[in-house]
């Protein structure tokens, strides 16, 4: 099970980090990724690393802000955000993947993964 927290309701400018644990896995063996689905819109990839943090990969809407980072001691991945702005409001979900060779564009672009967190609520609103 992944579990995702962090999430809340912030100002334009204002900064989160959000977590994303597992009970039943060991986070370092997959490929993690962030996504995003903004209301009406599909889920999109917003930020993804691969086993080993050999790769990682940001959307051009969230690239300079966001970063993605392992704490491999707490079985968590973040997603640090700062400088929001409204259109990052949405629902964001953490995935993993198995693919053994699958980059870290490649899972988010495919919105690839194997198990989903239930996603945690981000409104960014002045």
């Known amino acids: 099970q992944l579990v995702e927290s962090g999430g809340g309701l912030v100002q334009p400018g204002d900064s989160l980090r959000l977590s994303c644990t597992a009970s039943?896995?060991?986070?370092?063996?997959?490929?993690v990724g962030w996504f995003r689905q903004a209301p009406g819109k599909e889920r999109e990839g917003i930020s993804c690393?691969?086993?080993?943090?050999?790769?990682?990969f940001y959307a051009d809407s969230v690239k300079g802000r966001f970063t993605i980072s392992r704490d491999n001691s707490n079985n968590t991945v973040y997603l640090q955000m700062n400088n929001l702005k409204p259109d990052d409001t949405g629902v964001y979900y953490c995935?993993?993947?198995?693919?053994?060779?699958?980059?870290?564009?490649?899972?988010?672009?495919?919105?690839?993964?194997?198990?989903w967190g239930q996603g945690t609520q981000i409104t960014v609103s002045s």
């Open positions: 995935a993993i993947d198995s693919h053994p060779l699958r980059g870290a564009q490649a899972m988010c672009i495919l919105t690839a993964g194997d198990y």
């Open positions: 039943e896995f060991i986070l370092d063996d997959y490929g």
């Open positions: 690393i691969t086993v080993g943090d050999t790769n990682t």
